[in-house]
């Protein structure tokens, strides 16, 4: 397979040197293919989720969690790893809870975990989160050679979609958003897509970003071996400074968006809710029409 | 005052999209010039389009080629920031389709642009655009605003009422050719399928959706009558695209197609968290479901705890009479 590394362009937006490609294998203990997945940890979706006065996700409540579509992008991650004898990262990026994606990403099986870690990263907007990630990848790519990026096809908080394609395109690699099913062969990603109105069939060389979607596959749930085994696998913590950025490329000072209100949506009023006394369906039909809705 | 660009979705066959229409109506309160972007991608616009954008206040059609196929978003991307550049606009509208939000984030890291996703209104505040949306499934209202020199905004359907301009003429239509580069060309499009029409509006941006979910069994007849006397687009829940009782493309929740219809209709449907992400930000929400505790009598505005099988009947019947 054709090696080589990642080089973010634009990443704090200064440029970095151009890795050239690798073409060769024979270094010892480098492994067929280097997947990093990228991961979130998000209030749980069932809980109370709020805005708070800064305008930002109150991640604070206890009741964080792995956002769940981020499960598919490991699924896939380590289905492809096991298949072409490989090696799978988890990174995050996050406040100290955050760590527990990605121990969730070792439970599951990935081989180590990156956890970048800094005051100064709170408030970031995705392009601020995909610069940080963009850092930590190409730091990653420096040690041994990464091929693919893999991250879920949205987080469950923001839901924009926007990172995979904004965290490309830092990394100057092909992007393949929303895969349905994902193969890599002879150093060449494949994935089909289901789109708002067409699927498309997209094809790029490694290395390559590619997202997934939740019916790209079934995660697996840690069993008591992974769990036992993640606990002796090691998680290495970065700061801002020890990938070269500055406090001002991230955090709330490079965000381009600034939440001017936010408040709960009011209940909904006047609700009506009936037993079905054989004339439901009549009264419903005089409800649409009273309300111009039929 | 901002002159802004908006993308003009069409299908293969050169139809505008519906909530295209939406965008140039939400333009014209930005108080500058409204240019139209058409991707020459195989379809053109006809005279009847052009002068439907004109009468909503388009006064500029600008046609984007380009040496490489315009469905691959990098490409687009690219050309959209040519444009940008050329016309000097402020802001770019687009309906929010996977493809486009795929375009708005590239167009970020490329034109240092601010995005905010899935909006439901735009204007101009202290000469800097906010843009409203909902977020966390629905039950929260936010403001954004963009603190950039450009603004990218991906909109929802059914965000806007859509009303003509109070003067309008047809637009001139102008060609704008670019190059891709070559790092947008590392991605190629091995197939493309549009999937055909239905003969029912467009689930993500039709005024009334009728979902069926596990309660229907797998036997979707009753919702598509329904629907079809009420002129909406039927979904379905997760359950239900999985069983293969309808196609995926169905499916509306977080992961799916994101809806706000004017009217929803939850047909068998519990309402699992995923599901209300999807659909909790329509206008008037009707659930029918035989077990009393389903979770979408929470957010239902007028619910029946019944017999699908009995219900839907009655229901359709009584609007087809009501129609004559």
Known sequence: MRRRCFAARDVAGSARRTQPPVGHRA??????????????????????????????????????????????????????????GGEVVALTVGPDDAVDAVRKGLQMGADEAVHVLDDAIAGSDVVGTARVLAAAITHLGTETPVDLV???????????????????????????????????EGGTVRVRRNLDHATEVLEAPLPA???????????????????????????????????????????????????????????????????????????LAAYLVENKLA | MTDSLVLLDHTADGTLRAPVRELVTLARGLGGAIHGVWAADGAEPDAETLADLGALGVSRVHRLTADADLHLSAVLAEALASLLDATGAGALLVTSTFENKEVAARLAVLTGAGVVTDADGLVVEDGRLVASKTVFAGTWNTRCAITTPLAVVTFKANSVAVSPAESGGVPD????????????????????????????????????VVAGGRGTEGDFTLVEELADVLGGAVGATRVATDEGWIGHDAQIGQTGVTISPRLYIGVGVSGAVHHRGGMQASGTIVAINSDPDAPIFEIADFGIVGDLNEVLPQLTAALRAQQG
């Open chain 1, 27 to 84: 270094r010892g203990n480098v492994p067929d293919v280097r997947i990093v997945v990228c991961v979130k940890h998000v209030p749980d979706i069932q809980s109370d989720r709020a805005l708070g006065e800064s305008g930002y996700v109150v991640r604070d409540g206890g009741d964080g969690t792995l956002n769940e579509l981020d499960e598919n992008a490991l699924e896939a991650a380590l289905t492809l790893a096991e298949a072409a």
């Open chain 1, 150 to 184: 893999v991250t879920g096809m949205a987080g469950l908080d923001g839901l924009t979609s926007l990172l995979p394609t904004a965290l490309a395109a830092l990394l100057d690699v092909p992007a393949l958003p929303l895969a349905a099913e994902v193969s890599v």
């Open chain 1, 209 to 283: 970003l590619v997202s997934v979607t939740d019916q790209a596959n079934e995660p697996r749930y840690p069993n008591f071996k992974g769990i036992m085994a993640a606990r002796k696998k090691p998680v290495t913590t970065l700061s801002l400074g020890d990938l070269g950025l500055s406090p001002a490329d991230v955090g709330a000072a490079g965000a381009r968006t600034a939440v001017v209100e936010a408040a709960a949506r009011p209940a909904r009023e006047n609700r009506v809710l009936i037993n079905d006394q054989g004339d439901a369906g009549t009264q």
């Open chain 2, 173 to 208: 239509v102008v060609d704008h050719a670019v190059a891709a580069s070559a790092a947008a060309r590392r991605v190629s499009l091995v197939e493309r399928t549009e999937r055909p029409a239905s003969g029912r509006p467009d689930l993500g941006s039709a005024h009334v």
